[in-house]
Every structure is written in C-alpha cells, then in structure tokens.
C-alpha cells in the first residue's frame, strides 16, 4: 500500500500545481522555461503513474474489504465511466458543446471515472485509488472554475461533440470487450 500512497501522492502532486498556488507554477515556468517545466512536469506524472499502477496491483493482492457495493451499483459504473471516457475525449476533441458547458471535461470525465469504480468496487486499495482521484478531481473541477477557461470564447462545432462521443464510446468497448479483463484481471460485466 506504502507503493500506491507514494505514487498518488506524486502523481495527484504534481497534477495539483494550479489548486496549491497557480501563481507559483507560472514562477515556475518563467524561472526554468516552458520546457524544462513541461519535461520535469512530465518524468513525474510517468514515476507517479508508475508507482500508483504498480503498488495498487500489490495493494489489490492483499486488500481487505471496506464496504460491500450495494447491489445495482456495479451497473451505474458501466454508465458512468463511459460517459467519463466520452468527457476525456471532448478535452482533447475540438470544442463542441459538451467542452464548452463542462469547461473541464478532462476533471469531471476522471471524477466520473473514479466515482464508478468506487461503486463497483469496496476494497482497501479500490479505495485508495479510487477515493484519492475523486477527491483529486473535484477540488480541481472547483478551483477551475474560478480561472478563466479559453474555451468559453470559442464558437461550439458539432464536429467536436462527435468526435468525443466516438472515442469515448468506441474506448468504453475497447475496455469492456477485454481490455479491462487483460490489464486488471476484472471484467466489469460480469
């Protein structure tokens, strides 16, 4: 568990720059420049990512159980990670209007993401990992809104909507067809 803590605790860390002092991490920048920010910024994401992905597969071996998950609960998570992957996708997507009512789709996408593992799932390490990335995304999501978000000035296109919709449905049956089973050794439907 020590792994996982270590690991969230860097990768959470560092994703939270802009919630602890926003002003610091432009100093930042402007201290070492853009792309020793962006490169150290990204060497740490990778070891956090690591770390948590690592030590949640020991911490998961040896887990016990923090909550049994009422029934029904598990199929609530099959809708609302789809529609986390389909808010990941809108951030990366041209803006529709998904980007544009949501402002940060890649926060709320991971919210719901975290939220619906944390329905499926009541293990010590599930809710470690799952709890700390909730917890994580809505303290984001709330500083976030009082920045200014870019996207509020551009024009919505269908063509973003679109593109975040087949993405995020086409990966929700990518996972669902296997991949979830391959990497975590759980199919979420069954």
Do not use: C
Not at 19 to 36: N, P, T
Not at 45 to 63: D, E
Not at 76 to 84: C, D, S
């Amino acid at each position: 568990m020590v792994t996982l803590v270590i690991g969230l605790f860097i990768f959470l860390g560092i994703h939270s720059l802009r919630i602890i002092s926003d002003a610091g991490r432009r100093a930042a920048i402007r201290r070492i420049g853009e792309m020793r920010f962006k490169g150290a910024y990204s060497v740490l994401s990778l070891v956090g990512l690591l770390l948590l992905v690592w030590g949640y597969g020991w911490a998961r071996a040896g887990q016990g159980v923090v909550y049994d998950p009422i029934a029904g609960a598990r199929h609530l998570a099959l809708l609302l990670v789809p529609v986390g992957f389909v808010l990941v996708a809108a951030a990366y997507a041209p803006t529709g209007h998904i980007k544009k009512a949501v402002r940060h789709p890649m926060v709320l996408g991971v919210a719901l993401w975290a939220l619906g593992h944390l329905l499926a799932n009541g293990g010590t390490a599930d809710v470690v990992l799952f709890g700390a990335f909730l917890v994580w995304a809505v303290l984001d999501y709330l500083n976030s809104l009082g920045r200014t978000a870019p996207v509020l000035a551009e024009t919505p296109r269908a063509t973003g909507d679109v593109a975040a919709l087949a993405a995020g449905l086409v990966a929700s049956a990518i996972f669902l067809g296997g991949l979830h089973a391959w990497l975590f050794g759980v199919s979420p439907l069954a």
